[in-house]
C-alpha cells in the first residue's frame, strides 16, 4: 500500500468544481432528508410536551428526561433491556465460539458445515420469530407440548420469563451464524507455527485454547461483543413485535419496543422522543467504542 | 489439526452435527407444517412427516393469503418485498460509489463537511429515529410507496465507508495515466474504477439484498395497505387473529417463500457475502 492511501489522501485528483458535489448530491439529500432533519426534530421534540388532543405543544426543556427516569416501567424497560442483551450477546457468542473452534479443527467437512451453519443470517428476525413461536405454541408447538409431556407447563403468553426465554433463543438462533463466521475467521488468521510450536512444548488442546487461541482472538470477541449487543437493542424488534409484543404485561418490552410503543401505540411523541435520544447517546457509546476498537486492532 | 487425536475429532463432527441440527430443526418443522392440512397441524402433537398438501397450501398463499388473519396473495407480497430489496441495495449501492469517488478523488472546498455528514449516519439505525422520520415520510406524502419504504433506508453510510476504503487502495498511477491520455473523470470512474470494483460491489449486493428484504419496522409503519406489505409484515398480519385461529399451515408455506430468497441469495453467493460482510464491518 503506498503511502498516500495510508493517510487518507490521493496524490492524484481530478480538477472540478462542479462534479463533485453533483456526484454527492444523491447521498447529501436524502440524508438530509430522512436524516438530519429527523434527528434535528427527534431532539427538538424530546423538549416538547403535547396537550392531551395532539393540537398544541409546549417547550419543557428536560422535564420528559426527568420524567422518563422517574418512570418505573422505563427503568424496568432499561433493566430488561440489560438482562436481554447479556443473555443474548454472551450465549449468541460462547455456543458460536464453540462451534467455530470445532469447525476449525475439522479440516474435511469444514466448508459443507460453514455452509449448513451460516444461511440463518438470511432468515429475517421476524420470520425466525415465526418459526420458535410455532415451535413453542401453547395450542399447538410441539416443543410446548414435550414441555408439558416432562411436566413443565410451556405458555408464553401468559408466563412473563418463558416470554424472555422465547425472545432470546429466537435473536441467539439468528445471531449464532453471524458470531460464528467471525470467529472462524479469527480462528483462521492465528498462525499455524504458534500451535505447533506450543504442542511440541506438550501443550494439549485445551491448554492451547486457553492461552494461546483465546487471548488472540480477543479482539473479535471484543468486536461481536459490541455488534451483538446493538443486534441485541435494535434488530430484535423485529423478533419482539412477532413473537410476544412486548408483552406479557410489559416483560419483553425493551427499550426500542417501548420507544414504538409510546409513540405510535400510547402517541405520546414527546417521551417517544426523549427515549429515541436515550437511545442514540447508547448507540453512539457503543459506536464510538466500536471504531477505537478497530484502530486499535489496526497496529496488531 | 496439530497431534491426532481421533476422539476429539469424533467430538468435534458431534458438536458440528448437533449445531446444524439445532438450525435446522425449526426449519424442518416448518415445511412439514406447510405441507399438512389446517387440521393435521392442529393434532397434538402434529405428524413429524411431510404431509400431501404441499402444492395446495402453497398455491393458495402465493394466491389468495390465509382465510384468517390478511387475506392478502403473498405472491403480491414477495413481489413488494423484491423491488424493495432491490431498491435499496441498487440505490445504495449506486449513490454510494459516486459519493465515494467524488470524497477519494476530488479536492473541493466543504470536502470533509460533506464527508462527516454522510459518516456520522453510520451511528443512528432508523429504529433509533422512528418517529421523527416517519413524520418526514408522511409529510411528502410517501406513506405507501415505495419511494417510502426504501429511500430512507438508504440513507446509511455503510457502503460509502466501503468503497471509500476500497478506492484508497487503487493505485494512484491509474488515475495519472487516465489523466494524462485526457481521460474525463467520469470516463475514469466508468472504465477504469467500476470494473475494478465488482467484487465489492457483488459483496455488498447480497448484504443489502438480504437487509432489504428482511426489513422490519419500517415497513410496518409506512404501510398501511395490504397491497404495499413486504411479505415479512404480511406474515406477521397472518398470525395477528390469534392463536387458536391462527392457519399454521399457511402461515408456515408463507415463511418458507419468504425465508427462501436470501437464503438462496446467501448460499449460492457464499464467497461475496463473506467478503462483504467482513468487510463492512471492519
Known amino acids: 500500500m503506498n503511502t498516500s492511501a495510508v493517510a487518507g489522501q490521493k496524490r492524484v485528483v481530478f480538477s472540478g468544481l462542479v462534479l463533485p458535489y453533483l456526484l454527492l448530491a444523491p447521498q447529501l439529500i436524502i440524508t438530509v ?139 441467539v438462533w439468528k445471531q449464532v451464524s453471524y458470531n460464528f463466521l467471525f470467529f472462524l475467521a479469527g480462528l483462521q488468521s492465528i498462525p499455524r507455527s504458534l500451535l505447533e510450536a506450543a504442542a511440541i512444548d506438550g501443550a494439549g488442546p485445551w491448554r492451547r485454547f486457553r492461552t494461546i487461541v483465546f487471548p488472540l482472538l480477543s479482539p473479535t470477541t471484543f468486536f461481536l461483543l459490541v455488534v451483538n449487543v446493538i443486534y441485541a437493542f435494535f434488530d430484535t424488534f423485529a423478533v419482539i413485535d412477532a413473537a ?12 426500542v419496543y417501548k420507544v414504538y410503543q409510546d409513540g405510535f401505540k400510547g402517541l405520546d411523541f414527546g417521551s417517544s422522543a426523549a427515549q429515541s435520544v436515550v437511545l442514540m447517546l447508547i448507540v453512539t457509546v457503543l459506536t464510538v467504542m466500536q471504531f477505537r476498537f478497530i484502530d486499535r486492532r489496526v497496529q496488531y | 489439526m496439530i497431534e ?60 389468495g393469503g390465509s382465510n384468517t388473519g390478511s387475506s392478502a396473495p403473498v405472491g403480491r407480497m414477495m413481489w413488494v418485498s423484491l423491488i424493495t430489496a432491490l431498491v435499496i441495495s441498487i440505490g445504495k449501492i449506486s449513490i454510494s460509489l459516486l459519493s465515494a469517488f467524488a470524497v477519494v478523488y476530488f ?35 410517501l ?44 470516463r475514469f470512474f466508468r472504465d477504469i474504477l467500476l470494473p475494478l470494483s465488482r467484487t465489492s460491489i457483488a459483496a455488498l449486493f447480497v448484504i443489502q439484498f ?16 395490504e397491497d404495499m406489505y413486504p411479505v415479512v409484515i404480511g406474515i406477521r398480519r397472518m398470525i395477528a387473529g390469534g392463536d387458536a385461529a391462527t392457519e399454521w399451515n399457511l402461515v408456515m408455506a408463507t415463511a418458507m417463500l419468504a425465508m427462501l430468497p436470501p437464503a438462496a441469495v446467501v448460499v449460492l453467493m457464499q464467497r461475496w457475502f463473506v467478503k462483504g460482510l467482513v468487510d463492512a464491518e471492519k
Open chain 2, 210 to 225: 438480504i437487509y432489504g428484504w428482511n426489513q422490519y419496522l419500517w415497513p410496518l409503519l409506512v404501510t398501511t395497505q
Open chain 1, 33 to 171: 432528508v430522512f436524516f438530519f432533519w429527523p434527528a434535528a426534530q427527534a431532539l427538538w421534540q424530546s423538549t416538547q410536551m403535547q396537550d392531551a388532543f395532539g393540537i398544541g405543544s409546549e417547550f419543557v426543556g428536560l422535564e420528559n428526561f426527568t420524567t422518563l427516569f422517574s418512570t418505573p416501567e422505563y427503568l424496568a424497560s432499561f433493566r430488561l433491556t440489560a438482562a436481554f442483551s447479556t443473555a443474548v450477546a454472551v450465549s449468541g457468542l460462547v455456543i458460536a465460539l464453540l462451534l467455530a473452534v470445532m469447525a476449525n479443527r475439522v479440516i474435511r467437512a469444514a466448508t459443507a458445515y460453514k455452509t449448513l451453519l451460516i444461511w440463518p443470517y438470511a432468515v429475517a428476525p421476524a420470520i425466525a420469530a415465526v418459526l420458535w413461536l410455532f415451535l413453542f405454541s401453547p395450542a399447538v408447538g410441539i416443543l410446548a407440548l414435550a414441555l408439558r409431556h416432562v411436566g413443565v407447563d410451556w405458555n408464553h403468553l401468559l408466563n412473563g420469563d418463558q416470554a424472555f426465554l422465547l425472545v432470546v433463543i429466537t435473536s
Open chain 2, 143 to 186: 406513506l405507501n410507496s415505495y419511494a417510502g419504504l426504501t429511500l430512507p433506508l438508504i440513507a446509511s453510510a455503510t457502503a460509502t465507508f466501503l468503497f471509500r476504503q476500497f478506492f484508497m487502495t487503487v493505485p494512484d498511477e491509474l488515475a495519472e495515466a487516465a489523466r494524462i491520455d485526457g481521460a474525463s473523470p467520469m
Open chain 2, 107 to 141: 479536492r473541493f472546498p466543504g470536502r470533509m463537511l460533506c464527508f462527516w455528514m454522510i459518516f456520522v449516519t453510520l451511528m443512528l439505525p432508523v429504529e433509533v429515529r422512528i418517529s421523527p422520520t416517519y413524520q418526514v415520510v408522511a409529510g411528502l406524502g
Open chain 2, 4 to 63: 491426532r487425536r481421533p476422539m476429539l475429532d469424533l467430538l468435534a463432527h458431534l458438536i458440528l452435527l448437533i449445531g446444524v441440527l439445532l438450525v435446522a430443526f425449526p426449519v424442518y418443522v416448518t415445511f412439514v407444517a406447510s405441507t399438512q392440512t389446517a387440521a393435521e397441524v392442529q393434532q397434538a402433537p402434529m405428524s413429524l412427516l411431510p404431509g400431501s398438501h404441499l402444492i395446495e397450501n402453497y398455491t393458495q398463499v402465493i394466491t
Open chain 1, 244 to 255: 410476544t409484543q412486548g408483552g406479557p404485561g410489559g416483560q419483553t418490552a425493551v427499550l
